[in-house]
């Protein structure tokens, strides 16, 4: 399942890249004569209600969807170790602050929070990226936290204390390579929650705002037309559905591959 799902990943990564190339149609075009046109040799995934190609609408919304979520996560990731290393390190008043500010974004559901930080900064793609990304620095913050405290008693890093090695040396030369392995594990499974996510404040109208091509959005849309013309969530539907799937296997792959534990 790890190599089905690297390649699921690289043919989605492929979609979104080559998908200005790939797209039969611009994804804005407005054809008026071809509203809700069912799926045919012009229209392969048919038409919406404002005669749009959804073939070409769900290669671009390949794009808004993994760009987010990269980009989030890539936010989330960068925040969340910062502080974990600060707090676990530095062990004290300062870790107290950082855990308590922690504590206090999980004590709100993930997708709450999301939803009042959008509405607070204004409805746009930006805006979600930034909340997808808020959102998961408590998970990388205590996860690294946890690891810094479990590797700054170890042998080692005291043999490298009683050398004379400074508190940079030892962060950078000692702890940050015991914590690669965990980071990329929770980073890889971050992502499909990050896709689903984005798709989720899409849907809501606080995402990606029309004319752009969003997944989430698309399926707002087709919501209106389930029993008329069910092609119009059918295909952003399914992208969603692979895309979560591919990264949530993707993950576990790559933790079987990192935890020296599950190879025993």
Not at 127 to 141: C, D, E, H, R
Not at 211 to 232: D, F, I
Request: avoid cysteine.
């Amino acid at each position: 399942m790890g190599v089905v799902s690297l390649i699921a990943v690289g043919v989605l990564t492929l979609l979104a890249v080559l998908g200005p190339a790939l797209a039969p149609f611009d994804p804005t075009e407005q054809v008026l004569d071809r509203m809700l046109e069912s799926p045919g040799r012009t229209h392969w995934l048919g038409t919406d209600d404002l005669g749009r190609d959804i073939l070409s609408r769900v290669l671009y919304g390949a794009r808004v969807s993994l760009g987010v979520g990269v980009l989030a996560v890539a936010l989330s990731l960068g925040l969340g170790v910062a502080l974990g290393l600060v707090s676990g390190y530095h062990a004290g008043w300062l870790d107290g602050v950082i855990m308590r500010v922690m504590d206090g974004l999980l004590a709100f559901p993930s997708i709450v929070l999301a939803l009042a930080i959008t509405a607070a900064l204004g409805p746009s793609l930006r805006n979600a990226m930034i909340a997808i990304g808020v959102i998961g620095i408590p998970g990388f913050a205590r996860l690294v936290r946890g690891q810094v405290l479990a590797l700054r008693s170890q042998e080692f890093v005291e043999a490298a204390r009683a050398l004379g090695a400074g508190d940079r040396r030892i962060v950078v030369r000692h702890i940050v390579p015991g914590t690669v392995a965990v980071v990329v594990i929770h980073a890889s499974l971050r992502l499909a929650f990050a896709v689903l996510t984005e798709a989720g404040l899409s849907f809501l109208g606080l995402g990606a705002q029309p004319p752009t091509p969003s997944w989430g959005a698309m399926l707002n849309t087709g919501r209106e037309y389930l029993e008329m013309a069910p092609w119009l969530s059918l295909a952003p539907g399914a992208a969603i559905f692979l895309t979560t799937l591919s990264f949530n296997f993707l993950g576990d792959a790559v933790r079987d591959v990192l935890d020296p534990r599950l190879r025993m």
